[in-house]
């Protein structure tokens, strides 16, 4: 029989652990919640406002598509789309791009054409994609497979065949890949994000880029949080002088209308052919709309050249307070604006003071790491603003 209903179940499953404040509205770097109090957000929805909040190109950009097309079927060719298709292939390694809804639902898509490409061309059905130990892929069935943290799929089996997990950052992963016979793609994070900010070694990165061209299977790079400027260039893997043959993006494409997106070199994105794959809202017209206004405003804007002076400056302040306080801090690390700062504290307890007792909100990646990521465009006054209130925790802490 079903429990009665009780007043004291919330109707929203807790699979989040919430914090006890309800956003109402957002503009630039600030948030206000219901009671009207104000927070600088240096969360950025979890990397996805570049823009910062309600950002005016892209909202003007959306309010013209409200008048004219929510939606139309992918049977039919969709302007934004195809704008917005040319726009990321022009601006990267990859010829072709598949349109989606999220993170999770770009990675399915990259080892569903990696599954292809192995069982069409290399002949290998039976293969495994090697992914990283402390990875973070998504949380569909195939993608928390290809995430190696125990905490993410614990009590979720059976887990999906087909991957097999390699220590990060490690030469011996390289070699493990290059004797492996049955491997048939590699999946990275130019920058673990959930895993706890962690960047790739430029060496090992380009020795694992190296290994797959020998062994001609595809290098898939998962640039869900990474991609569309969040470290300074439009994609991480910019940064290390390799070229993934399968992308994916979501988050910042849309300044926070869901959108996702894997790209592909030709010769294995062609493998996607008329009724192999499919997403009834992949590539709307209000999605892409979304995603062609954010890159137009990139280079309107100069965004990446904002981010990366925003970084340095955050960078540097953040080791001038980690010089000042080094039993607090103990590491500060990252690319770009995904900043990492590793603390002595557990790291939850120092974002709810800045939350309670400054209106500054950041967020963990771990049990002793803070994750730091503005929107691209915040500026040196509320750096300070932050910078300020952090020293204080720490104060307070000390
Ligand atoms: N890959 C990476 C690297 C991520 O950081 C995330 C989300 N944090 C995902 C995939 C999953 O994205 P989504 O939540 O949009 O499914």
């Known amino acids: 029989m079903l ?13 989040y652990g919430r914090f006890p404040i309800t956003i109402e509205k957002g503009k630039g770097s600030y948030v206000w919640d219901s009671e009207g109090t104000k927070y600088l957000d240096f969360t950025a929805g ?18 013209k598509q409200l008048d004219t097309l929510w ?55 039976e293969g495994h994609i090697v992914t990283f130990n402390h990875s973070f892929h998504g949380r569909t069935l195939a993608t928390m497979t290809a995430t190696a943290q125990e905490k993410i799929q614990s009590g979720f089996g ?19 890949i290059k004797e492996d016979s049955e491997c048939i793609g590699v999946m990275l994070e ?20 190296a290994v797959c061209k020998e062994k001609g299977i595809p290098l898939i790079v998962d640039e869900v949080q990474t991609g569309i400027g969040r470290t300074g260039t439009l994609f991480a893997y910019e940064h290390y002088g390799i070229e993934p043959d399968i992308l994916t993006v979501a988050k910042a494409l849309g300044s926070g209308i869901p959108i996702g997106a894997f790209l592909a070199k030709k010769q294995i994105s062609q493998l996607f052919t008329p009724g192999t794959h499919g997403s009834t809202f ?34 540097m302040k953040l080791n001038e307070i980690k010089e000042k306080y080094p039993d607090q801090i103990k590491s500060v690390r990252g690319l770009g604006l995904l900043i990492g700062v590793e603390t002595a504290a557990p790291a939850i307890s120092i974002v709810n003071e800045l939350r309670e007792n400054y209106q500054v909100l950041i967020l963990t990646a771990g049990k002793h790491v803070l994750r730091i990521l503005p929107p691209l ?22």
């Open 3 to 15: 429990e009665t209903k009780s007043e004291h179940v919330a109707p929203v499953m807790a699979a």
């Open 46 to 63: 979890i990397a996805v406002l570049a823009l910062g909040h309600v950002p005016d190109a892209v909202e003007e950009a959306l309010k």
């Open 71 to 125: 939606h139309c079927s992918n049977l039919y060719h969709i302007e934004s789309q195809e704008k917005l298709a040319a726009m990321l292939t022009e601006h990267s390694c990859c010829d072709q791009v598949f349109f989606c809804n999220s993170g999770a639902e770009a990675n399915e898509g990259a080892i569903k054409l990696a599954r292809r490409y192995a069982n069409l061309v290399l002949h290998k059905p």
């Open 158 to 176: 059976p887990l999906v065949p087909g991957f097999k997990y390699l220590p990060y950052n490690t030469d011996s992963s390289v070699q493990a």
């Open 190 to 209: 130019m920058v673990q994000g959930e895993g706890g900010v962690i960047p790739a070694d430029k060496t090992w990165a380009q020795n694992l880029a």
């Open 282 to 315: 992949g590539g709307n017209p209000f999605s892409t709309a979304a995603g062609v206004a954010t890159l137009e405003a990139f280079e309107k804007q100069d965004v990446l050249a904002k981010c990366t002076a925003n970084a340095n400056d955050l960078t």
């Open 377 to 398: 465009v915040t500026n040196e006054s509320e750096i300070d603003a932050f910078i300020a209130a952090f020293t204080n925790v720490l104060i307070e802490h000390a």
